[in-house]
């Protein structure tokens, strides 16, 4: 059954996100879409893959959860808004080219794909209660190294790299005018996330005077 509900969430995403870049773009000639598309298809498989063999309770989780706190909501789906606007302005760009990209930049778009793809995989397989949502679980164990020990909350790192590396990737400097307010609407989900952590988290307090920065090390 969980397998049967990962196949058809996989296809819906596929079958959504191929309509993202390619219906705006006007055309199916758009290689750096299709080499997008197939990045983040196969990367995300063998993600899920690993996942399910190793953490199957955490890809559950991922899957299944939604935001029940109000302020979590709208956050939440303002950067789904701009995901979602970033992907649309960077194939309507590649249609009127409005902003040529280099391929080499294309391909530092690429890397930081690939890079944050890895990023998450690695944060949920240390982390068993990595989910989309913000809540504390019972008996909920604080973890505090590895990635953990570098910032206290790598996921919205690794997933800013993404925002960053997508429009490079379709070829599009337009599209990033999208990622400065994704991040500030990280900024503000981890503010109001760090909120509930010291309130209902044991030991949360020492960790953030141990680990002092939230999402870049050495900067905030």
């Known amino acids: 059954m969980k397998l049967l509900k990962m196949l058809l969430s996989g296809f819906l995403l596929m079958a959504g996100l191929w309509l993202l870049l390619f219906v705006p773009a006007g055309t199916l000639d758009h290689w750096k879409a299709w080499l997008f598309f197939a990045v983040i298809i196969t990367s ?4 899920s893959l690993y996942l399910m063999r190793t953490s199957p309770a ?10 029940t706190r109000p302020v979590q909501k709208f956050l939440a789906g303002t950067n789904y808004f701009f995901w979602l606007a970033l992907v649309v302005v960077s194939a309507l760009d590649h249609r009127f080219g409005w902003s040529p990209v280099p391929t080499h930049m294309s391909m530092v778009g690429f890397s930081l794909i690939l890079f944050s793809i890895v990023g998450i995989t690695l944060v949920c397989a240390q982390n068993a209660h990595a989910a989309t949502t913000i809540r504390v679980e019972p008996n909920q164990a604080l973890i505090s190294t590895g990635i953990y020990g570098r910032v206290r909350h790598p996921m919205y790192t690794f997933v800013t790299c993404l925002y960053f590396g997508t429009p490079l990737a379709l070829g599009s400097y337009w599209g990033l005018a999208f990622t400065i307010p994704a991040i500030l609407i990280f900024a503000l989900r981890i503010r109001d996330e760090e909120k509930l952590l010291e309130e209902e988290l044991l030991g949360y307090r020492d960790y ?6 939230r999402l870049v090390p050495g900067v905030w």
Do not use: D, F, G, Q
């Open 44 to 47: 995300s498989w063998i993600s």
């Open 58 to 67: 955490v890809l559950e989780r991922r899957m299944l959860a939604t935001e």
């Open 208 to 213: 953030m005077r141990k680990v002092p920065h």
